[in-house]
Structure formats: C-alpha cells, structure tokens
C-alpha cells in the first residue's frame, strides 16, 4: 500500500488527482491511499511521518505550500514531495526544500502518470534505507543504518538507535521479515542485531553500541557466519 497525501484546497483539483490516481492504480497494480488536508496547517499539525509521497498545492489558506514543505521536512527529511500548480516560477523555491518534482496546472493525465511513476521510483529507493515504525501517537522512519539492535521487551519493541530507543507495538517477526536481507538477523530470540553495529564477540555476546547480547547456544553459529560474511562484503 503506497501513502499518499494530497495538500489541495481546491475540491475539483482534489477530485482530478484523486481519479488519476485511482486510474494510475488501475493501470499498474498499485493500490494506493489518499489522506487529503485542504490547507497547510491542518498538514503540518497533524503530520505524521508515514507517507511515502506527498502532492502539495503551493497556493493555499492559512498556510501556503512552501511554508508547510519547509515545517515538514523537519519531522521527515524523507518523504518525496511534489509540488502542483499553476505558476511555473514555484519549481525554483522548490529546491529550497527539498521538493522532488513540480506538476503545472491544468493537469493532464499521461504528464500526471509520468511525474507519478518518477515520484515513486524515488520513494522505493528510500524505503529502502528507512523502517517506519508505529509508536505511541503515531509513527517515526528510522534510518537502518542508524539502528544498533531491536529488542522485544514485553509485548513491546524496543528500537535502540543512535537518537534514542523507540518502543513500538509490532512483533519481533514482523520487523525481521521487513528487514530481511538488509543486515539484519537475531542472536537470540529476543534481539534483533544490525551486523553493521556489531563491535565484536565476547564471553558468548554480540557487542552493539556499547551493549552486551547474549548469542544463544542454537544462533551462535549461523551469527558468527553472518557476521563473517558481512565483514567480508558478502550481502546476507
């Protein structure tokens, strides 16, 4: 399911992008969905970092879309930003945050489709690099490269990163098979440990950032081959 929100305070605009969105699904198996906001403020107070794509009116009440790109990308570097509108001279202070790609006003859809199929090649390379990660009051992207290991405590998640430890409500299963193939594997039933954090083996404990984990008797030695083949340069 691809996440898209649509910043849009004209309805007719809002309704177009909405079906050349449905048609673009039709067309290429891709579900979609669409979290519409009709101003700025109501994007930027009630964000959440868990879009893969937005499409952002620049001309808007309360809040005009640059303004509102510019707050966002402090809570999410990155999320892929496209700009909609009428006056070509926008797509210069675009850069400014970030912005990947500006669509002109009136809309058409084969220009629409070819903007909309760049817009998510761009977002499935950073997804590729980012979890996103359901905690209290919403969700947070974590870079892979930032997260040391994950623990399951309870019946919660416990994402130790080089920000902070995150608690989350998903299962341990869950996040191994989203992280599958990207460096990721447990030590032991508890703990899942990012190969790249790993400083060492000692007294039968994976060390991560500074921390001591215990390899289980039945893991130790598909952990040691992994994390030979790691350092080696081998992908898991």
């Known amino acids: 399911m691809i ?3 649509i910043a849009e305070d004209d309805p007719q605009c809002f309704a177009q992008l909405e079906q050349y969105i449905g048609d673009y699904g039709r067309e290429t198996g891709r579900a979609f969905h669409i979290t519409h906001y009709d101003n700025g403020e109501d994007l930027v107070e009630r964000y959440q970092p868990e879009f893969d794509l937005i499409l952002m009116d620049v001309e808007m009440p309360f809040m005009d879309g640059m303004t509102a790109a510019g707050y966002i990308r402090k809570k999410d570097p990155e999320v892929v930003i496209v700009f909609v509108t009428n006056l070509a001279q926008y797509a210069v202070q675009g850069y ?3 912005a990947l790609d500006y669509i002109l006003k009136p809309l058409n859809y084969f220009s629409f489709s070819q903007h909309l199929s760049r817009a998510l090649q761009y977002a499935r390379k950073k997804e590729k690099t980012f979890l996103t990660v ?3 009051g919403g969700a947070v992207k974590l870079a892979l490269d930032g997260i040391f290991y994950i623990e399951r405590l309870g019946r919660q998640l416990m994402f130790h990163t080089r920000t902070g430890v995150y608690a989350s409500t998903a299962t341990l299963q869950q996040v191994e098979e989203e992280l599958e193939g990207k ?3 447990r030590c032991n039933k508890g703990y899942l440990v990012n190969l790249e954090h790993v400083d060492g083996v000692q007294d039968g404990c994976a060390v991560v950032g500074g921390d001591k984990l ?3 008797r039945g893991r130790r030695q598909p952990f040691l081959e992994a994390l030979t083949d790691w350092v080696g340069g081998v992908s898991l």
């Open 214 to 216: 215990l390899i289980s």
């Open 3 to 5: 996440r898209i929100a």
């Open 96 to 98: 400014a945050v970030n």
């Open 183 to 185: 460096g990721f594997i």
């Open 134 to 136: 359901a905690v209290k």
